[in-house]
């Protein structure tokens, strides 16, 4: 069986996270290999859903990863040791942080962001609002915001959707890309990143939207200093600072997300004042994701999309959408191989899979189990007892 799309995703982001850490320990050969296994790992993904309106971020990620491979191979024969780095650095050029604006935003709306009503509702106050009228904001609005949460629950769909909403930019920073960027001088690629947007924002008079996917590997592994993580780390905080007093009037904003909250210690915490979860689907959630996943399918009258809600019960959204998917594959494989199928002929109708049931899609989650366990959704639920502010 092929990967399912959450697992693409998963392992795309962990070969890009893997290939950063060999890139960052001067490992460049093993890096490349990781950043190509990223990218087939989103190819396929766009693949299997080339109408998801992610896949513009998604493009956007491959072709840093692509950027950063050409830049490795040009550089690769040559001795490449700490010093090695600044020279690669230097051919990376400003065009790189400007790939980073997506000037085509994804075309997505609030409305198909299903449930996740508090996080909607946080990203509106802080960044709608006050981008329209700020004179109602005297004593100032947050800018750091953090979306955390189990993998496929819709952080990055928000973020996409805030982008869609403001006439803006919108810099789509993932933290693997920003990190193959910052390698070497770290620090001043930070401030060099937060310059651009800032720019952006004073000149443009737009608000900018500065996103930064899996916020949690800038924090990198702490103890590694060859990256220059620690020092990226501690420009950034101060750059976030820079964000939050020095500039009170600038439309300026930095979305982080991440799947690992733990991970975040707390002065970077601190920077983002509001910490909003993006949680398991609940029932009423799931029975709106079941009827939107299923809209372009056959259905039979039978399948219910509350009877569907009641018996997904830990299942995330993108597990959801996946399950639909899968449905879907089953019955069209029945009919590639039903004895009397037979190639469609010119003029005639196109020959079409049975109608989905309810037991099929039972047959479906019995096989396929949610993604995210109990305990990590415990950890969530007790991480945020603790840190979340809406
Ligand atoms: N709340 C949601 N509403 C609609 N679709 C969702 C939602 N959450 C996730 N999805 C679907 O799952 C896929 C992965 O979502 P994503 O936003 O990348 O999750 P995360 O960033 O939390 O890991 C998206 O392509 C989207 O189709
Ligand atoms: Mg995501």
Known sequence: MSLAPQELENSASKYASEAIRCDSNGSYSIAITNY?????????????????????????????????????????????????????EDIDSNNDFNNLIMTEKPQIGWEEVIGLDDAKNALRESIVYPTKRPDLFPLGWPRGILLYGPPGCGKTVLAAATANEIDGYFFNVDAASMMSKWLGEAE??????????????????????????????LLGTRNSEVGGEIRARNQFLIEMDGVNTKHKDLKMYVVGATNKPWSLDWPFLRRFQKRISASLPDIKSRE?????????????????????????????????????????????????????????????????PKSLTMMDFKEIMNRRKPSVSTEMVKAYYKWGEEFKAL
């Open 36 to 88: 190509q296994k990223a990218v087939d790992s989103l190819m396929k993904l766009m693949k299997f859903y080339p109408n998801n309106k992610l896949n513009k971020i998604y493009m956007a990620r491959m072709a840093s990863y692509k950027n950063r491979i050409k830049l490795l191979r040009m550089t690769s024969g040559v001795e490449i040791n700490n010093n090695g780095n600044k020279k690669i």
């Open 188 to 217: 001043k690629n930070v401030s060099k990143l937060f310059n651009i947007a800032r720019t952006y924002a004073e000149k443009q008079i737009k608000p900018v939207i500065l996103f930064i996917d899996e916020v949690d590997s």
């Open 288 to 352: 709106s994701l079941f009827d939107l996943y299923n809209i372009p399918l056959k259905i039979d009258v039978k399948v219910k999309s509350p009877e569907l809600a009641k018996i997904s019960n830990g299942y995330s959204a993108s597990d959801i959408k996946d399950i639909c998917q899968a449905a879907q594959l089953k019955a069209v494989n029945e009919l590639f191989n039903s004895a009397e199928y037979m190639e469609p002929i010119e003029g005639e109708e196109l020959p079409q």
